[in-house]
């Protein structure tokens, strides 16, 4: 069975940097499309950026383009979000979640198509 582990997460003030890993085991990373999507305290859940199993396509919601990069290392299993110049709007549970490999990714952001999910880490920013 898949799991996901996401880590990462912590209390920053605006303008900080953090990097979220998530770990799959119970596979192979390469087998997978990979998504982090985050959610808000009484807000739904957004998909913030997507990786299929080559790295070539990596989408980014709006809100985060030019401070989010996305990357996996196929070898250890792991996909990174490195999250730079983190405002106030950021702070949010980030899960990872995973599909398998296939298709065009042009619906990345439909969170049903994910079969698998981490529990999340938590991302606070704060002055």
């Known amino acids: 069975q898949v799991q996901l582990v996401e880590s990462g997460g912590d209390l920053v003030r605006p303008g900080d940097s953090l990097r979220l890993s998530c770990e799959l085991s119970?596979?192979?990373?390469?087998?997978?499309?990979i998504a982090w999507i985050r959610q808000a305290p009484g807000q739904e859940r957004e998909a913030v950026s997507y990786?299929?199993?080559?790295?070539?396509?990596?989408p980014y919601l709006k809100a985060v383009e030019g401070r989010f990069t996305i990357s996996r290392a196929n070898a250890k299993d792991n996909v990174f979000l490195q999250t730079n110049r983190l405002k106030v709007e950021d702070p949010a549970v980030y899960y990872c979640?995973?599909?398998?490999?296939?298709?065009?990714?042009?619906?990345?952001?439909?969170?049903?198509?994910?079969?698998?999910w981490g529990k999340g880490t938590q991302v606070t920013v704060s002055s």
């Open positions: 119970g596979g192979f990373l390469n087998h997978y499309a």
């Open positions: 990786t299929e199993s080559g790295g070539s396509y990596t």
């Open positions: 979640a995973a599909r398998g490999r296939g298709g065009d990714g042009s619906n990345w952001w439909a969170l049903s198509t994910y079969r698998f």
